[in-house]
Structure formats: structure tokens, C-alpha cells
């Protein structure tokens, strides 16, 4: 039975979906006699951009186990569903009536992670003429004024210089002074990939059974949201704290080792591999990033899993992921609109069928559809890789990003798409675009084994399309290029082509464009 609430209250409490920590700022001082957690479900959300039906349900069913569960603690809620018949469908909206209903003297909020939603918050506020307490998220280990303290004068932002910094503050793999092993980065030990045999014993992924909560999500979603993209036939993502931590666990125990060895690596029809599954339930703030680095180190500590696998993983959480955030805030809100190389071209259809010949494409597009999911290098040297070649609008790739990932949150995924991706930045967030022609796919996975063309080839029937636009993107932004001291061994690679052979690969890759489009 749904407990009655008050018609004045003194704090209407925000929890956003990307909020769910009853550990978080908003709930420190919270007085269940006085005050009102507020949540909404609201189409806009799932419609901003067109969101994946993975993402949705995750989101969903994630927002109601913790109102469930906040309600159990004794916190009064109110909670608005997306069916509601007087449901807004938008977060202002159905800000703005839970003020009518409840008339508080003030709102308070954990800082949000998506600039849009910071400014629809304060915007609601002020129209109430309501004091709007924002509240710093303590999720992170950094503060987004730490952040811009550290990058205050310096010409460059690199993440290298961000991460010793905070592996130093929090004493996290340290030996005093010193990194443990004498060395801040293992990436020279890591990063190979499977081989011919491919990846063997792989552990199975922490997978969960949707419960009665979730299949009802499921249920709504299909039927509200049947035209978007994707499937939820195989749901199994963590909506509640206890998943979490138990994916947590599974990953450390089992596969943690291996993590560090094979985090590039790729495989058909292989999605979870090595990798720890573990960002969504940390942009869902089912995890705290703390606790998630503590296992790893510990899991060091005890001999269980080796330095570099540790150190690798351990960066990803407290160096990158603090570091996007980081970014994200500085930039906003210009940064949305960049395009550092000018790329103008739509994102082909079918990104949301991965129905494509290119069999590298074909596959982490299909695993994404499916899942929600795709590894980092799927992302940036797979999908990301052929839209920079191709010349795709970064804000294009970027909604599709954010729609197609159920870890995708503004703050992390804008960043990561449009900076590193996407050289959109023009070298904000990384020092060079990371392009590559079809061999690095060959390197490290199976995918070019069977697929009609050949990573060797930049001209012909059989010709690689990430080979020929890698050709075609050096020389179209050569010029650009040239200034990059990062650049110069791929230009003097592109001074060995002779004029009939930029010539074949640029009418190739004009051919290749036009059949995209």
C-alpha cells in the first residue's frame, strides 16, 4: 500500500536515474517527518535520443528496486511512472507537480551528470522561486573543482598526469612515494590478443533473472517503446545494489587475472571476454568506484590477480573515468557542438540493424543491439574507428552512442565519443585522432577470417573499407595533420603513396561513401 503523502513538505528530495545511492549527498540529511524523495519516470528521457530498448529497461527497472527499496528504509517517495495517465512525460514537468502537490520550501539535488538536466532542474527552481541546494556527488573520487584546478595553466589536459595525481591523494597502488612495481603503467604487458585457438574457458558474465519488477519494465517497454532499437530477449543486467556487488565479486574472482592480458582483444560472437561488465551499475550508482578499486587492489594484495591486469583495470575507473568527467564539465556546453574536422557525413542506417558485410561491424553492432554492451576497443576501434574514417558528423555518432549503451550517461559518454572517438575536440581529451587501417582489426581478432574483404587490400573488389579510409583520411586532412608530432610516422607513410595511388583510393573511398548513404 502506497503511503499517503503530506501536502507540505520542507525538502522534495531529487534522485535522478543515474542517482540510485541512498549513500548520496541529496539523502545525507534527509528527515523522513519533513521531507520527500522525488523520482520520475519521463519519456523524454528515452526519447531525447533514441534510446535502445536495453537501456531503457535497465534505467527502468533500476529507478523502481531502489524506490522499493528506499520506501522499505522508511522514505516516504513519490514516484512517478511513465504510464501515469497525467504523467508530464518530461522531468521538468513532473517537477513542477510534485511542487504543486507538495509545496516544499526547497529542493535539494545531487550535482547531475548530464548538463541538460542540470539546466531543466535550475530552470524549474527558479520558475517556483525555490532555493535549489546542489549538492557536490560524492560518488567520485575528485570534485569537478579539483579537476579545474589541476588543468589551470597547462597548454595540454593529458589523463596520464591527471591519474598519478590521484593514485598519490588516495594512496592507491602505491609503495610511499613510488607506484607499486616501480612503474605507473603496465600497458606494454597487456593488450594481446587470443591467437588462432581464441579465447579459451572464458567464465560466463554475471548475469541475473529479471524479477517481477523487471518484467514488468520489460513489458513496458516493449509495448511503449516497441519501434526503438535493439531487443530485451536476453535482459540480464544488475538493477539493484546486491547485483552489483555480486558482479563485482564475479568479476575479481574470475576474471580479473586475465583482464589486463586480453582487454583489447576481440572474437566473434565472444561479448564478454575478460572484461567486468561493471559501468553500468557504476553510472547507475550502484557501485561506489571506491569499492570497485579496493577489490582490485586487494585482489593484488592476496597474489590473486597480477600488477599489470590490475594497475589496467584500476585506470580505467580512477584514472579515465574521473578524467571524461572531468573534461565534460570544463567544456560544457560548446563542447556538444564541436567539430574539429569538419565531418559532415550522416551515420549510416545501419548502425541500428547491423546489417553490413563488414564482418567486424556486423559483429559489435549485433552484440550492442543485443546486449546493451560492446568493450571499449569495439567501441573506439570497430564502430567509433569507421565513423571517423568515414567523416561522420560527431554529434551523430554521439546520440547514437548514447542511445545504444546502457552504461551511457552524458558526462562519460560524450567525452569518450566525441573527444577520443571522434577527434571532434580537435585534442582536448587525446593527443592524436586514433586511426588505424583494417590490419590493427586483424591483429587483434578473428572477425577479417571468412569476411569478403581484406585489411591488406586499399583499392579493388576486396578492398579493406577501414584500409581504404584510413588512406583517404590522412590525405584529406594532411595539412592538419602534419602539426601532430604524434602523426609523423603515419604521414611519412602517406608520402610513400604515389599520385595514381591517392588517386585510386580517394575515388574508392568516394564510391564507398555514396553506397552508405
Given at each position: 500500500m502506497k503511503k499517503t503523502l503530506p501536502t507540505h513538505v520542507r525538502h522534495l528530495v531529487i534522485v535522478l536515474g543515474d542517482q540510485l545511492d541512498e549513500a548520496s549527498s541529496a539523502l545525507q540529511d534527509f528527515d523522513p517527518t519533513q521531507d520527500v524523495v522525488w523520482m520520475a519516470e519521463v519519456a523524454e528521457e528515452s526519447e531525447h535520443v533514441w534510446?535502445?530498448?536495453?537501456?531503457?529497461?535497465?534505467?527502468?527497472?533500476?529507478?523502481?528496486?531502489?524506490?522499493?527499496h528506499l520506501r522499505k528504509k522508511g522514505l516516504p517517495v513519490r514516484y512517478a511512472h511513465l504510464g501515469d495517465a497525467d504523467n508530464t512525460g518530461t522531468l521538468a514537468g513532473e517537477l513542477s507537480r510534485a511542487i504543486d502537490a507538495l509545496h516544499p520550501t526547497g529542493l535539494v539535488l545531487t550535482a547531475p551528470g548530464d548538463w541538460r538536466v542540470l539546466q531543466a532542474m535550475r530552470s524549474v527552481a527558479e520558475r517556483h522561486q525555490l532555493p535549489l541546494d546542489l549538492r557536490d556527488d560524492?560518488?567520485?573520487?575528485?570534485?569537478?573543482?579539483?579537476?579545474?584546478?589541476?588543468?589551470?595553466?597547462?597548454k595540454q589536459l593529458r589523463l596520464e598526469y591527471w591519474y598519478r595525481?590521484?593514485?598519490?591523494?588516495?594512496?592507491?597502488?602505491?609503495?610511499?612515494?613510488?607506484p607499486v612495481g616501480g612503474q605507473w603503467n603496465f600497458d606494454a604487458d597487456n593488450r594481446e590478443s587470443f591467437g588462432k585457438t581464441g579465447p579459451q574457458n572464458v567464465p560466463p558474465p554475471s548475469?541475473?533473472?529479471?524479477?517481477?519488477?523487471?518484467?514488468?519494465?520489460?513489458?513496458?517497454?516493449?509495448?511503449?517503446?516497441?519501434?526503438?532499437?535493439?531487443?530485451l530477449q536476453q535482459f540480464g543486467w544488475p538493477v539493484t545494489r546486491a547485483q552489483a556487488l555480486q558482479a563485482l565479486d564475479t568479476f575479481v574472482r574470475e576474471r580479473l587475472p586475465l583482464f589486463g592480458q586480453y582487454e583489447d582483444a576481440m572474437w566473434s560472437g565472444e561479448a564478454w571476454l575478460y572484461h567486468s561488465h561493471l559501468s553500468c551499475a557504476l553510472n547507475l550508482?550502484?557501485?561506489?568506484?571506491?569499492?570497485?578499486?579496493?577489490?582490485?587492489?586487494?585482489?593484488?594484495?592476496?597474489?590473486?590477480?597480477p600488477l599489470a591486469a590490475t594497475e589496467g583495470f584500476i585506470r580505467q575507473i580512477l584514472g579515465w573515468r574521473e578524467y571524461v568527467r572531468g573534461i565534460y564539465w570544463m567544456q560544457m556546453p560548446d563542447y556538444l557542438e564541436r567539430n574539429a574536422l569538419n565531418a559532415q557525413a550522416e551515420l549510416p542506417a545501419w548502425y541500428w540493424t547491423g546489417e553490413t558485410d563488414m564482418a567486424c561491424l556486423k559483429d559489435a553492432i549485433g552484440q550492442t543491439l543485443q546486449h546493451g554492451y560492446a568493450h571499449h576497443i569495439q567501441r573506439l576501434m570497430v564502430t567509433g574507428l569507421y565513423a571517423l574514417l568515414l567523416g561522420v558528423k560527431p554529434q551523430a555518432?554521439?546520440?547514437?552512442?548514447?542511445?545504444?549503451?546502457?552504461?551511457?550517461?552524458?558526462?562519460?559518454?560524450?567525452?569518450?565519443t566525441l573527444g577520443m572517438s571522434q577527434f571532434g575536440d580537435g585534442g582536448v581529451m587525446a593527443s592524436k585522432p586514433y586511426v588505424a587501417t583494417g590490419k590493427y582489426?586483424?591483429?587483434m581478432s578473428n572477425h577479417c577470417k571468412g569476411c569478403r574483404y581484406d585489411p591488406a587490400q586499399s583499392t579493388g573488389a576486396r578492398a579493406c573499407?577501414?584500409?581504404?579510409?584510413?588512406?583517404?583520411?590522412?590525405?584529406?586532412?594532411?595539412?592538419?595533420?602534419?602539426?601532430?608530432?604524434?602523426?609523423?610516422?603515419?604521414?611519412?607513410?602517406?608520402?610513400?603513396?604515389?599520385?595514381?595511388?591517392?588517386?585510386?583510393?580517394?575515388?574508392?573511398?568516394?564510391?564507398?561513401?555514396?553506397?552508405?548513404?
Open positions: 534510446s535502445a530498448q536495453q537501456r531503457i529497461a535497465v534505467f527502468l527497472s533500476a529507478m523502481r528496486h531502489f524506490a522499493e560524492t560518488h567520485f573520487f575528485s570534485t569537478v573543482r579539483e579537476f579545474a584546478a589541476h588543468a589551470k595553466g597547462r595525481e590521484l593514485r598519490q591523494k588516495h594512496d592507491i597502488l602505491m609503495d610511499g612515494k613510488q548475469r541475473f533473472e529479471p524479477d517481477h519488477i523487471t518484467r514488468e519494465v520489460i513489458d513496458v517497454v516493449r509495448s511503449r517503446f516497441a519501434k526503438h532499437p535493439g531487443s550508482k550502484l557501485l561506489n568506484p571506491r569499492e570497485v578499486v579496493a577489490a582490485a587492489e586487494a585482489a593484488h594484495d592476496s597474489g590473486h590477480a555518432v554521439h546520440r547514437w552512442y548514447l542511445s545504444v549503451y546502457v552504461d551511457a550517461v552524458e558526462w562519460v559518454e560524450l567525452p569518450n582489426i586483424q591483429r573499407p577501414f584500409t581504404t579510409l584510413y588512406w583517404d583520411f590522412l590525405a584529406r586532412h594532411e595539412a592538419l595533420l602534419r602539426k601532430n608530432p604524434r602523426m609523423a610516422m603515419q604521414m611519412k607513410n602517406l608520402e610513400r603513396l604515389d599520385v595514381a595511388a591517392r588517386e585510386a583510393i580517394g575515388s574508392q573511398a568516394e564510391a564507398h561513401r555514396a553506397a552508405q548513404g
